[in-house]
């Protein structure tokens, strides 16, 4: 990349690190700061298991020294309640539990740093030259192959690019990003044969022409992606059918350190070493992941079941805190959950965001701010969750310090504020019943949804429901009841007419940028809402201005003010992601930039068995 705009992005993320060591002592700050350290002043060492230790008693990396024995099986438990959906390919998935178990068996073809910057240590790097168009050159290291023993190639890298890209494509990375790429609209519109700006210069380099060039070019965005698929086995298959084509769903090559070996749909994965990872041979014979319902994951886990939990619910946290057999490592999560609020549909012919602020029954900002000050989410963090959540004050999480305004207060819990809102908008109770009616008198049912879960879960809803009443909302579930996480999800994107209000969250990736879920073209921003003023600022944000670190600083200071005013969606909590790990695995991390899941080949077991 040209060395001004490193130097320009070295000071860029010095400032975050500065302001990350001056986060104070708010729960988000537990665990690592953005450059692998703490963010409060220091490390300890734990000298029976070696883990670098946070002082607030979590640790970022487990080495338990011992003897390895030679080879061995990782056991890993997924924290899910339901099935998982089984899309094995980064061009087509849509949820974290998929992109999990795709980490173990990677096509990534990027390596990225603590600063969630790509770097040149992966299987490839690219360099940027500016100009009109800008152009993007990537090289691909030579002798990578993937599990099945065939060359990495320039087609590879190609192919995700026309498969987003294509007519049929039904995924949802057909964004604002990917439009920033030269010809990638005439290509999806079917006016041109191939990506005009997608071009093969030899065997291993591409060059890709990007329209518009941000910051978060070099952390995977402005329409650069990040991985490769097959040609060799994908590149004949029509993309309609590739979702359920059995070298997505049951037999995949990969160029990771390891390759599925076995499936049972929704439930377990075994993996096997990958022979041929251009990293060499993992130490581990393979990893065999199964899904463990959050009610026995606790039990599971003192009983030596497993060596690792994914996704593991900090609620639980209580149940496993005492055990001696595991570690618990921990980060501030790249993830903040939310309430959103139907506004508008999405138009399936235009494929963009229709917002009808008139005509919704969440139109009115009133209603929707009233709704957002009656949850209490400070006792929820505190009853539920041990302090292991905090309450969300804006959509940028903590973690990316430069860019998270620390002065937005959010909606606070407060009742009284709401009652007023609604009062001065004309909800109001005209039959003395408790419950309010609509503006013109009219019954007000709002309809909410939300995922099924735990007891905690569960519990958690109710008093949602609870806080609503008690402002005189009549909120029911949706279809009477909490909804199975893939179904409440296809129920959000598909605008289901029973869905007035929903609880999800999002795993917001290591670019910061806001538009692959807010843009008026992202088939995520679930609400439904855009306006001019919002476009404009998420353009800015992906803009080549927003290389001047104080002006896209404003600009994410903007967007974050038309949120909160607005309220299409509002922020609930930012988490902690906990990772038990059993004391016989050696060489876990989940530091950001030195993670396992880029390192697994060095993963090794100490003994046999997980311990008990």
Request: hydrophobic share 40%; glycine share 8%; charged share 25%.
């Amino acid at each position: 990349m040209k060395k001004q705009r490193w130097a320009l992005l070295t000071m860029l993320f010095a400032l975050m690190l500065v302001l990350a060591a001056c986060g104070g002592d708010k729960k988000e700050d537990a665990g690592k700061g953005t450059d692998g350290g703490t963010t409060d002043g220091g490390t300890t060492t734990n000298e029976e298991t070696n883990t670098e230790q946070e002082e607030d008693g979590f640790s970022i990396s487990v080495e338990n020294e011992g003897t390895a024995i030679e080879g061995g099986t990782l056991m890993v438990a997924m924290q899910k309640d339901e099935p998982f959906q089984g899309i094995f390919s980064y061009a087509l998935y849509e949820d974290a539990y998929d992109a999990d178990l795709m980490d173990f068996a990677s096509n990534s073809i990027f390596k990225s740093d603590g600063d969630f910057l790509l770097t040149d240590e992966g299987i490839a790097s690219f360099e940027l030259t500016e100009g009109e168009p800008n152009i993007v050159t990537i090289k691909i290291r030579e002798g990578v192959k993937w599990s099945d023993g065939e060359p990495l190639k320039i087609e590879d890298l190609m192919l995700p690019y026309n498969i987003i890209g294509h007519k049929d494509y039904t995924g949802v990375r057909y964004n604002s990003f990917f439009r920033n790429i030269v010809g990638a609209e005439e290509y999806h519109d079917g006016t041109a044969d191939t990506i005009s700006g997608l071009n093969k210069i030899d065997e291993t380099t591409l060059e890709l022409q990007i329209k518009e060039v941000s910051p978060g070019l070099f952390s995977g965005g402005d329409g650069i992606l990040t991985y490769a698929e097959p040609s060799h086995i994908l590149s004949d298959v029509p993309v309609a059918e590739l979702v359920e084509h059995d070298a997505i769903r049951k037999n995949p090559v990969t160029l990771g350190a390891f390759v599925i070996d076995r499936v049972v749909p929704g439930e377990s994965v075994q993996f096997k070493a990958n022979e041929n990872y251009w990293k060499g041979k993992p130490k581990l014979d393979g990893v065999i992941v199964k899904v463990v319902p959050s009610a026995s994951i606790a039990k599971a886990l003192e009983a030596g079941e497993y060596d690792v939990s994914l996704s593991f619910g900090s609620s639980k946290y209580v149940e496993i805190e005492n055990l001696t057999n595991i570690d618990v490592l921990a980060v501030p999560e790249l993830y903040y959950s939310y309430l959103g609020f139907k506004v508008g549909k999405w138009d399936t012919e235009t494929k963009e965001v229709a917002t009808d602020l008139e005509n919704s029954k969440m139109g009115d900002v009133n209603l929707r701010q009233a709704m957002a000050y009656a949850l209490n989410v400070e006792e929820v963090t505190e009853v539920f969750y041990d302090g292991l959540r905090e309450r969300a004050n804006a959509i940028v999480p903590p973690v990316f310090s430069s860019f998270h305004d620390a002065s937005i207060e959010g909606y606070k819990y407060d009742p009284d504020k709401a009652n007023q809102l609604l009062d001065d908008a004309g909800f109001v109770d005209v039959d003395g019943d408790g419950i309010r009616e609509d503006k013109e008198g009219k019954p007000l049912e709002i309809k909410f949804a939300t995922m099924s879960g735990d007891d905690v879960a569960e519990q958690i809803s109710a008093f949602w429901l609870q806080n609503w009443k008690e402002i005189g909302l009549n909120v029911v579930y949706t279809d009477g009841r909490t909804i199975e996480f893939n179904s409440f999800y296809d129920k959000v994107e598909a605008d289901d007419p029973n869905i007035d209000i929903f609880m999800a969250a999002w795993g917001v990736g290591t670019n910061p940028s806001p538009s692959g879920i807010y843009a008026h073209t992202a088939a995520y921003n679930f609400s439904r809402y855009t306006s001019e003023n919002l476009q404009t600022v998420l353009s800015n944000i992906d803009s080549n201005k927003s290389f001047d670190a104080t002006y896209r600083a404003e600009q994410f200071a903007a967007f974050e003010k038309e949120i909160a005013e607005v309220a299409p969606v509002v922020p609930m909590m930012y988490r902690l992601e906990l990772t038990p790990v059993n004391k016989r695995v050696k060489n876990w991390s989940v530091e950001y930039g030195n993670t396992t899941i880029t390192n697994l080949e060095l993963v090794e077991l100490v003994a046999d068995a997980p311990v008990k």
